[in-house]
């Protein structure tokens, strides 16, 4: 084996010591889907802010219950946005979200350009702790990493607002399985949107599945035909 390739985004499920040891290049394709899952996340904003899962299964079971939709449907203007890493995905998720009318945030080792963040109206923040602390909804757009693995653990949940929605397109080994449930069956955090799971496929019985609230789905944000392409 001389080459191991990916075509999306992120090599973490190989074992880069071992090929590193055996001389074997791992690549991946950059930049390949990098549209289709800042939109993917978008979507999911929007999925759970308006309470939309709800309310499709209501058409689906022949139900017809406005008020049980709309006692957590809100709108998305003015609400605090903010993106851990605004890297490719990050950076098209914030210019996706300007035209809402959002309060945006976002959290990287690399502060954007000044002209970025005034072309976008986005506030920097040094930690991840302190932006959490102010947004209404945060999404995961950064890489797998050992500084990233288990981040959104039950303490660092436990410094978000509570209500907050969180959306996680990046990796599921990010967010802590279990403190994400308690979290969610608990109302601290109001809904969770994610496209990742750990391990993947995701079990039948993933106790994701069954959490109240959620809009995931199965690891579909970057594989749309237009990124295949």
């Keep these: 084996l001389k080459l191991?390739?990916?075509?999306?985004?992120?090599?973490?499920?190989?074992?880069?010591?071992?090929?590193?040891?055996?001389?074997?290049?791992?690549?991946?394709?950059?930049?390949?889907?990098v549209v289709s899952?800042?939109?993917?996340?978008?979507?999911?904003?929007l999925a759970l802010v308006r309470n939309y899962i709800p309310s499709y299964k209501q058409v689906?079971?022949?139900?017809?219950?406005?008020?049980?939709?709309?006692?957590?449907?809100?709108d998305l203007e003015g609400k605090k946005v903010g993106?851990?890493?605004?890297?490719r995905i990050g950076l098209r998720v914030l210019e996706r979200l300007k035209p809402f009318d959002v309060e945006m945030h976002y959290c990287d080792p690399i502060r954007l350009p000044k002209e970025t963040e005034e072309r976008l109206g986005v506030q920097f923040h040094e930690t991840?702790?302190?932006?959490?602390?102010?947004?209404?909804?945060?999404?995961?757009?950064?890489?797998?990493?050992?500084q990233s693995e288990h981040l959104f653990n039950a303490e660092m949940i436990s410094k978000m607002k509570p209500g907050?929605?969180?959306?996680?397109?990046?990796?599921?080994?990010?967010?802590?399985?279990?403190?994400?449930?308690?979290?969610?069956?608990?109302g601290h955090i109001e809904g969770y949107a994610g496209d990742v799971w750990f391990p993947?496929?995701?079990?039948?019985?993933h106790?994701?599945?069954?959490?109240?609230?959620h809009a995931l789905t199965p690891h579909v944000s970057g594989t749309t035909l237009s990124a295949q392409a």
């Design 4 to 33: 191991a390739i990916t075509a999306g985004v992120g090599s973490d499920h190989v074992d880069l010591d071992a090929a590193c040891k055996r001389n074997i290049t791992v690549a991946e394709v950059t930049g390949s889907n």
């Design 83 to 87: 993106t851990v890493a605004a890297g």
């Design 164 to 186: 907050t929605y969180i959306v996680n397109t990046a990796r599921g080994k990010i967010i802590d399985r279990d403190a994400l449930v308690d979290a969610v069956n608990s």
């Design 200 to 205: 993947q496929p995701a079990a039948p019985d």
């Design 128 to 146: 991840v702790e302190s932006m959490v602390k102010e947004c209404d909804i945060v999404t995961i757009n950064c890489p797998l990493h050992p």
């Design 37 to 45: 899952v800042a939109e993917h996340v978008v979507m999911q904003i």
């Design 207 to 213: 106790p994701w599945r069954t959490m109240p609230r």
């Design 60 to 74: 689906v079971n022949g139900q017809w219950d406005i008020a049980a939709i709309a006692d957590r449907a809100w």
